[in-house]
């Protein structure tokens, strides 16, 4: 007989995959996106990041993200009107495939010290949702009510 405790307990993250606590869909834009843009992009969408390629070409290159606090960061520096997405994006590809681990990426947040990785299908390459580390947060807390 399984206690009240055990029934309120949350899944151990190496028993979670990415894709099951990511949200699905990305907010993408070219390399060449002024800043003032990729704000607008994050506000339409109600997104906190937004995923750039880390080089032109195929969907399958590798992708940074510039962070709602990489646009504020630079506002406060004075340079609303000067920077691209590339410019602004983390100089670290910060990807992780779908069919990984949730115990993994929690890892990679935690060395890289950001808040959000692209995920990529495993099959593909391509982005097919973001993790964020609320969503990591969500699994901890389910309680299974």
């Known amino acids: ?3 009240q405790l055990d029934r309120k307990r949350a899944p151990r993250l190496e028993h979670v995959r990415v894709a099951d606590a990511m949200h699905a869909g990305v907010v993408t834009c070219a390399a060449d996106t002024p800043l003032r843009d990729v704000a607008w992009l994050m506000i339409e969408h109600r997104s906190q990041c937004v995923a750039v390629p880390a080089s032109e070409g ?6 940074r993200l ?3 606090l990489d646009v504020v960061g ?3 520096a004075g340079y609303v009107e000067d920077l691209t997405a590339a410019e602004l994006a983390t100089d670290e590809q910060l990807c992780i495939s779908d069919d990984d681990r949730l115990d993994r990426a ?4 935690s060395e890289r010290r950001v808040a959000h990785l692209v995920v990529v299908g495993a099959a593909s390459g391509r982005p097919v949702g973001v993790l964020s580390a609320l969503d990591v947060s969500a ?6 009510d």
């Open 1 to 3: 007989m399984t206690s």
């Open 74 to 76: 630079a506002a406060a």
């Open 58 to 63: 195929t969907g399958m290159a590798p992708w």
């Open 106 to 109: 929690a890892e990679l947040m």
């Open 139 to 144: 699994v901890i807390a389910w309680r299974g």
């Open 66 to 68: 510039v962070s709602e």
